[in-house]
Antibody, heavy 121, light 107 residues
Framework: QVQLQESGPGLVKPSETLSLTCSVS????????WSWIRQPPGKGLEWIGY???????NYNPSLKSRVTMSVDTSKNQFSLNLRSVTAADTAVYYC???????????????WGQGTLVTVSS | DIQMTQSPSSLSASVGDRVTITCRAS??????LNWYQQKPGKAPKLLIY???SLQSGVPSRFSGSGSGTDFTLTISSLQPEDFATYYC?????????FGQGTKLEIK
């Protein structure tokens, strides 16, 4: 059973960089796609982007200028950096496995528990 | 971006009721539509993928249908553990987008 666990600071100052890591257990990070999704308090879900284990990425254009994702296969981890944060970036951040369907499309089948990141001075 | 619109935004129902939630896409997404259930303080859980395929371990009272722009999630007989918020999500193109959610509450 694949398990994901997010880690990182729960409080980030405005204009600084939000950095989170997702640790994968119960399976290898290799061979799969991995994604970040966020949810502002009381609101809906926003897809941030995905990274393949090789390092190739696809980001949401609304965040692309501020987002970098990376993967460390030796540690079975992948990471999110979001630069120049504002209060609007306050959200629960989830990591998830992003699985292609053979006939087309994809889904998020395994999720971390989520971590709340608050942007405030 | 493809806009996903769910209706209703909230719904009150009783245990044993049959419930249907609708999701409409702003353009044709074929059958690239997934449904998730989210309980308070928890991560979303995949219920249905590719519009009508039941994820492993999900009870058979959940079903999905639709293609193109209009989709439905049906719960045939509500159980107490089904009271939650439900989201649709398109995987036809990036950026992947979610509906705004439908909160299912106990009547």
């Amino acid at each position: 059973q694949v398990q994901l666990q997010e880690s990182g600071p729960g409080l980030v100052k405005p204009s600084e960089t939000l950095s989170l890591t997702c640790s994968v257990s119960g399976g290898s990070i290799s061979g799969s796609y991995w994604s970040w999704i966020r949810q502002p308090p009381g609101k809906g879900l926003e897809w941030i982007g995905y990274i393949y284990y090789t390092g190739s990425t696809n980001y949401n254009p609304s965040l692309k200028s501020r987002v970098t994702m990376s993967v460390d296969t030796s540690k079975n981890q992948f990471s999110l950096n979001l630069r120049s944060v504002t209060a609007a970036d306050t959200a629960v951040y989830y990591c998830a496995r992003y699985t292609p369907i053979g006939s087309g499309g994809n889904y998020f089948d395994y999720w971390g528990q989520g971590t709340l990141v608050t942007v405030s001075s | 971006d493809i806009q996903m619109t769910q209706s209703p935004s909230s719904l009150s129902a009783s245990v044993g009721d049959r419930v249907t939630i609708t999701c409409r896409a702003s353009q044709n997404i074929r059958n690239y539509l997934n449904w998730y259930q989210q309980k308070p303080g928890k991560a979303p859980k995949l219920l249905i993928y590719a519009a009508s395929s039941l994820q492993s371990g999900v009870p058979s009272r959940f079903s999905g249908s639709g293609s193109g722009t209009d989709f439905t999630l049906t719960i045939s007989s509500l159980q107490p553990e089904d009271f939650a918020t439900y989201y649709c999500q398109q995987s036809y193109s990036t950026p992947h987008t979610f509906g705004q959610g439908t909160k299912l509450e106990i009547k």
